[in-house]
């Protein structure tokens, strides 16, 4: 009998450690969850405004045949496409991303080609689609074009 008053105790007292381990457990986990929701994460757009500015610099390669640069500002372009995809998944325009692939895919085409004639309509038809996509999100205020002068003085869009 006194075995078992013992074991019982001893069940009660382990039971209690793992109540309150529990509750600690789970005070830290909405903790961390509380700090990852405060966590930074990029806006819209931020995502936008910097395939803007790769948008321009990949005229400037294409116009100067500086086919590694071109190559590398679709590569920034896509990995800002990649952002909003993973990062703003609540916007509604969100959901319009795709229609921007077959431009992206001739624009890589034409990179890869080294074409300027493809590069020039490809890039065109990127230019268009953007606003296209912009028109159906209901932010056709945002009129894209085809750059006329260099966004930065400090960068040189010849090869070297």
């Known amino acids: 009998m006194k075995w078992t008053i013992l074991f019982v ?30 966590t930074y994460k ?3 757009g931020e995502f936008m405004s910097s395939i803007q500015v790769h948008h321009e610099k990949l005229w400037f390669a294409g116009q ?14 896509k990995e ?3 952002g909003i995809r993973e990062y ?16 992206i895919d001739s624009l890589n ?16 038809l990127l230019t268009n689609t953007c606003n296209n996509c912009h028109h159906a999100t209901k932010h056709e205020f945002n009129v894209i ?8 003085s400090n960068q040189v869009f010849k090869m070297q």
Do not use: Y
Not at 95 to 102: E, H, K, N, R, T
Not at 109 to 124: D, E, G, Y
């Open 9 to 38: 105790l001893f069940v009660i007292v382990i039971s209690c450690g793992q109540q309150n381990n529990t509750q600690h457990l789970q005070t830290q986990i909405d903790s961390l969850q509380n700090k990852l929701d405060k």
């Open 145 to 152: 074009k085809i750059p006329d002068t260099p966004p930065f």
């Open 64 to 77: 100067a045949q500086n086919w590694k640069l071109a190559d590398f500002e679709m590569g920034e372009i």
């Open 88 to 103: 703003n998944t609540d916007r509604p325009e969100a959901a319009s991303l795709p229609m921007i692939d077959p431009a």
């Open 109 to 124: 085409s034409a990179i890869a080609q080294k074409n300027p004639q493809l590069f020039k309509s490809s890039f065109v």
């Open 42 to 44: 990029p806006g819209f």
């Open 80 to 82: 800002a496409l990649d």
